[in-house]
Nanobody, 115 residues
Framework: QVQLRESGGGLVQAGGSLRISCAAS????????MAWYRQAPGKEREFVAS????????YYADSVKGRFTISRENAKNTIALQMNNLKPEDTAIYYC????????WGLGTQVTVSS
């Protein structure tokens, strides 16, 4: 069973930057398209960004396009999300998972952006 562990969240002022990471263990990470999702208080979990297994394509939600960059290191079974020009509406718990047929969800990492 794959275990996902997100890290790197924190409190940042609007306009600031954060880099969050996700480590996967016990699964076929290198053969999976991976993604970041987020869930704000009182809202459903939503898609943020994804990257294909062979680094061929990256996709972003319109709300983060041009500000966030997703990356991966298959040798380390990790993905990352560089978040720049953060806005208060980016405040949420951020989760990583396989893009299709998700594994069990990790605990996520809290990102809080103050205005």
């Amino acid at each position: 069973q794959v275990q996902l562990r997100e890290s790197g969240g924190g409190l940042v002022q609007a306009g600031g930057s954060l880099r969050i990471s996700c480590a996967a263990s016990g699964g076929t990470f290198s053969s999976s398209d991976m993604a970041w999702y987020r869930q704000a208080p009182g809202k459903e979990r939503e898609f943020v960004a994804s990257i294909t297994r062979n680094f061929g394509a990256r996709y972003y939600a319109d709300s983060v396009k041009g500000r966030f960059t997703i990356s991966r290191e298959n040798a380390k079974n990790t993905i990352a999300l560089q978040m720049n020009n953060l806005k208060p509406e980016d405040t949420a718990i951020y989760y990583c998972n396989r893009r299709e047929v998700p594994w069990s969800w990790g605990l996520g990492t809290q990102v809080t952006v103050s205005s």
